[in-house]
């Protein structure tokens, strides 16, 4: 099983200390930075499941930090939680407004912070898979509705062979593997071949008198 990864961006020693341990325990791999702008080109680099980001550190706080990282459409899909001693509702919105998945106020107990990372990876997790099976429907359809390579077809009847090896009609193979759909009609040399040239020419006159009272051009 593949071990899951933590950045966590924090400026304090001891808060960096509480959390390392305990994620280390609980299994997952960590990485730390403490400086907005050098986690952006760390992060972007190791490409972790999911990041703890303090909002008040020095130079660039976590909500520009957070905002670039969402700019970037390569780190755009990473959960990141905020971590802050900031309580108010209005600085609460405005992390929830810049992407993030969730917001924690300092001082914060382990077991709340490690339910939320969970909660958020099995949440990331799922959104993967559904995104990874809507691409293999997407690619199914595309090649039941194009039809591709060789096609064996009998030079005398125009049946087509397909994968299992049954001679199908043209119009049965086509319509198996696209969404054409078929109405059936007779062109002029059929009808010649068939019926002779007499009968095209009596056919020939009703269609013109046809156009004719529709208003259509020949």
């Known amino acids: 099983m593949r071990q899951e990864t ?6 304090i020693p001891a808060n960096l200390g ?30 972790p499941d999911i990041i703890l980001l303090d909002v008040m550190m020095p130079g660039m706080d976590g909500f520009e930090t957070c905002r ?16 802050t001693a900031l309580n108010e509702v209005i600085d609460e919105v405005k992390g929830l407004d810049l992407g ?4 924690i106020i300092k001082p914060f107990r382990v077991e709340i912070v490690l339910a939320r990372i969970r909660t958020h990876l099995t949440l990331r997790n799922l959104q993967k898979s559904l995104e990874k099976k809507n691409a293999e ?3 199914a359809l595309n090649n039941v509705e194009t039809l591709s390579g060789m096609l064996p077809i ?3 009847c125009k049946k087509i062979r397909d994968d299992k090896g049954y001679w199908n009609q043209l119009e049965v193979y086509i319509s198996k593997h696209s969404q054409a759909l078929f109405s059936h009609a007779i062109c002029p040399d059929c009808v010649k071949k068939l019926y002779g040239e007499a009968v095209w020419e009596r056919v ?15």
Not at 68 to 80: C, F, Q, S, W, Y
Not at 100 to 103: E, K, T
Request: proline share 1%; with cysteine.
């Open 18 to 47: 509480v959390l390392f341990d305990a994620l280390e325990m609980s299994g997952f791999k960590i990485l730390i930075d403490t400086d907005g702008n050098s986690a952006i080109e760390a992060i972007g680099q190791s490409m």
């Open 6 to 11: 933590v950045f966590v961006v924090d400026d």
């Open 137 to 139: 429907l997407r690619d």
């Open 68 to 83: 670039k990282l969402k700019e970037n459409a390569d780190t755009r899909g990473i959960p990141i939680i905020f971590m």
């Open 154 to 156: 009998c030079a005398n």
């Open 100 to 103: 993030a998945v969730d917001y």
């Open 204 to 218: 020939s006159k009703k269609l013109e008198h046809h156009h004719t009272d529709h208003g259509e051009e020949k």
